[in-house]
Each structure stands twice: as structure tokens, then as C-alpha cells.
């Protein structure tokens, strides 16, 4: 087996005991503020907000400092650096006693984040990139099948078990991630000194399209911004929207809604990277925008849980287009000595997403009401697919450009 096709195995299972960890614990920090004595719909929202987005503020400063050092030292050991220091201070959020203490820990694991991105972009520099479709989509699988087992086993546990378990078996999860990473995945690096690589002006100095570029940049921060805005609320609607019958289970039937759009993803994602290697990844993703968009605005009318269900299984589909589009794009239009330092940026801007999104969600929230935030995401995703168009497919059939058939 060639080595690539052994890493990328590798770095799925990684990937997907990642994601599997990661989302035991999102949809339930909600509940988990509440219980931390935290009481009241505004204050309730804003701490939400603050607790989600504190963990990418940190991420988002720190991101490109970490991709020159991974294009230095290799991508491997920030694999290493994101599950162990993910796993001890995830273990550390189960122990405390106010919400305080949860802002400040969920802060400093800005500082060691980062797994899936440095999986991604570790196959992306290894991979032919006649295959770079297929691959990523198939990666991406990984993590998304992790989303899916995560809120439904954090959901069992949180209202069989307690909340603070969750974090706890969590933190074993991130564990099993680092021992994947330790033994199983290799890395051919060739170390770079420090003063070999160019600044950040002269990298984007060369790039043939720097435009096409710091579009991407922008639309990964859109996906992530409207993936995350509904976060900090998802739960408190759910628990508006559901039936008496329900209130006992509230945390499990929020992790079923949070995980069904990862059935979708996992179907969709390597499908439509092939489909995307034969008719154009610009295409692929301006098309899975522009349904995300429409999606958000009709849940603005949702009545019932099942209605939410079904809509966020159908945005599935596009976020299994999403991610993987925009790191097939930013492997086409980059230097490949530069992979790690773009991807890097490009981590920056998934975690400003992940800062905003929230902020944007809980603040609209408690100004506006729960429906709101769906309405301000539908149109921000729809500006966004209005600059894809412009700027990256407008280049692309310029270029008359198309990946080659895999």
C-alpha cells in the first residue's frame, strides 16, 4: 500500500475519535453553564456564547504560528500537541465549580486545538492531487462520523450519568486520539529554518491569485460561523420547541438533532469530492452555499423538533461539500512549500468563525429571540455565496480550469 493511502487511514481514525470527543461535549455546554448556577435567558445566551467562542479566540491568534512550525517540524507533532493537551484540560472542565473556571480552561485549550486541520493539511501536502478531491472528502468522513456517535453517546451519558462525565470520558476519547497519532501515523518531513521561509507579505506577494485565496479564507470562516451561531442556542430552542413528553430526555433528543447532519455529511462528502474532481470544485461549493443558505432561512419556521431534524439532515449534505471544497481549492491555488503556513491561515480564520458565530448567535438571540439567529445566518452565508461567485468561480472559468478525472 502506497504511504499516502496508510497515512490517510491513520489519520481517519484519529480524526474520528477527534470528532467524536469533540462533540460529546458542544451541545451540551448550555446545559452544563445552566448548572454551574448560571440562570436567565440573556445571561444564560451571552455565557453560552463566551464559553464557545473563547476556545477559537485563542485558536484563531495562535493558528499561524503553529502552521509555520508545522511547516518546520512537521505536522505530526502538532497532532501530538492537539491531543494531549486537549485530552488533560478537557478532563480538568469536569472538575469545576462555576462558570468562571469553565471560561478560562475552555480558553486555554485554544492553545492546543487544532487535530483535524493538521490532519487535513498533513494528507493534503502527501497526496497526487489528481486524487486531492477524493482524499479530502474521504478524510472528512472521519471526523463527521465521530459527530454523529459523539452527541448521541454524550447525550446518553449526560442524562443517565451527569454532564461532568462527559467530559471525562471525553478526555479519554482525545487520549485514544493521541496514541492513534503516536504509533500509527508517518511523516517523511524535511526540517525548514526559520529563516528560510518568507514573511507573511512575501507569501502572498507570490501567490499567483491572492485574491482567489483570501476569498477562501473568508468562506471558511462563514462555514464555520454558520455552523457555530445556532450552537449556544440549539439546545435552549430545542427545549422551547419539544413536546412535555420529552423534557426528561432534552439533552439526548438535542444530541440526535446536533448529530443528524453528520448523516448527510457522511454520505455526501466523498461523492461530491469526486463529483467535484470531474466538474469543478468552485462549482461544488458555490452550489452547497447557496442550498445552506436557503436551508437556515426556512428553519426560521420550524414548529417542532422533527421539522428541525429534517432540515438540518438535508444541510448535511452540504456541509459534506463544504470543508472539503475549500481545502481542494487552497491546495490548487498554493505554493506546495507554503501548504502548512496557508493552511494555517486558513485555521485562523475556521476559529475567527467559531469566535463569531457564537457571539452572533447568543447576542441576536437575546436581543431578537431564537429565530433571528437563523434569519442573520441565511443572509451572511448568502453574501458569501455572492463572493464565491465573483471571486473564486469567475477565476476558475477564466482559467478554464478542472481537476482531472481520478
Known amino acids: 500500500m502506497e504511504a499516502w493511502k496508510l497515512n490517510l487511514i491513520s489519520v481517519w481514525f484519529g480524526c474520528f475519535f477527534t470528532g467524536m470527543a469533540m462533540s460529546q461535549i458542544l451541545p451540551f455546554l448550555p446545559l452544563y453553564v445552566e448548572q454551574l448556577g448560571v440562570d436567565g435567558h440573556e445571561s444564560l445566551s451571552i455565557w453560552s456564547g463566551l464559553v464557545f467562542s473563547g476556545t477559537f479566540l485563542v485558536s484563531a491568534i495562535v493558528s499561524p504560528w503553529w502552521g509555520s512550525l508545522a511547516d518546520r517540524r512537521g505536522r505530526k507533532l502538532m497532532l501530538l500537541r492537539a491531543s494531549l493537551g486537549m485530552a488533560t484540560l478537557i478532563a480538568l472542565?469536569?472538575?469545576v465549580s462555576n462558570v468562571y473556571q469553565l471560561f478560562a480552561l475552555r480558553a486555554l485549550m485554544g492553545l492546543t486545538?487544532?487535530?483535524?486541520?493538521?490532519?487535513?493539511?498533513?494528507?493534503?501536502?502527501?497526496?497526487?492531487?489528481?486524487?486531492?478531491?477524493?482524499a479530502l472528502?474521504?478524510?472528512?468522513?472521519?471526523?463527521?462520523s465521530g459527530v454523529i456517535v459523539g452527541p448521541l453517546l454524550g447525550g446518553l451519558m449526560a442524562d443517565h450519568l451527569g454532564l461532568r462525565v462527559v467530559f471525562f470520558v471525553t478526555a479519554v476519547m482525545m487520549f485514544v486520539s493521541f496514541l492513534v497519532t503516536l504509533f500509527l501515523i508517518k511523516e517523511n518531513h524535511t526540517v525548514i529554518k526559520k529563516a528560510d521561509q518568507p514573511s507573511g507579505a512575501a507569501l502572498f506577494r507570490s501567490l499567483p491569485y491572492p485574491g482567489v485565496i483570501i476569498t477562501l479564507f473568508v468562506s471558511t470562516m462563514m462555514v464555520q460561523l454558520a455552523n457555530s451561531s445556532i450552537s449556544p442556542i440549539l439546545t435552549l430552542f430545542i427545549r422551547d420547541l419539544t413536546l412535555t413528553d420529552y423534557k426528561d430526555n432534552i439533552a439526548f433528543v438535542s444530541g440526535m438533532i446536533a448529530a443528524i447532519p453528520g448523516v448527510a455529511a457522511l454520505i455526501s462528502a466523498p461523492r461530491l469530492g469526486r463529483l467535484g474532481d470531474r466538474i469543478g470544485t468552485a462549482r461544488i461549493l458555490a452550489m452547497a452555499l447557496a442550498f445552506t443558505a436557503l436551508l437556515f432561512a426556512i428553519m426560521t419556521w420550524v414548529q417542532t423538533p422533527i421539522q428541525l431534524g429534517i432540515l438540518r439532515f438535508l444541510l448535511g449534505f452540504a456541509d459534506g461539500a463544504l470543508m472539503p471544497a475549500i481545502q481542494v481549492l487552497l491546495l490548487r491555488y498554493s505554493p506546495s512549500q507554503a501548504t502548512g503556513r496557508i493552511f494555517g491561515y486558513n485555521q485562523s480564520f475556521m476559529y475567527l468563525g467559531n469566535v463569531v458565530g457564537p457571539l452572533i448567535g447568543s447576542s441576536v438571540s437575546a436581543m431578537m429571540g431564537f429565530r433571528w439567529v437563523f434569519i442573520v445566518t441565511a443572509i451572511l452565508v448568502l453574501i458569501n455565496f455572492i463572493l464565491v461567485q465573483h471571486r473564486v468561480t469567475r477565476v476558475e472559468r477564466s482559467l478554464s480550469v478542472s481537476q482531472p478525472r481520478g
Open 93 to 95: 472542565q469536569g472538575l
Open 113 to 134: 486545538s487544532g487535530y483535524i486541520p493538521n490532519a487535513m493539511a498533513l494528507i493534503a501536502s502527501q497526496i497526487p492531487r489528481n486524487k486531492s478531491g477524493w
Open 137 to 144: 472528502g474521504t478524510l472528512s468522513t472521519g471526523p463527521i
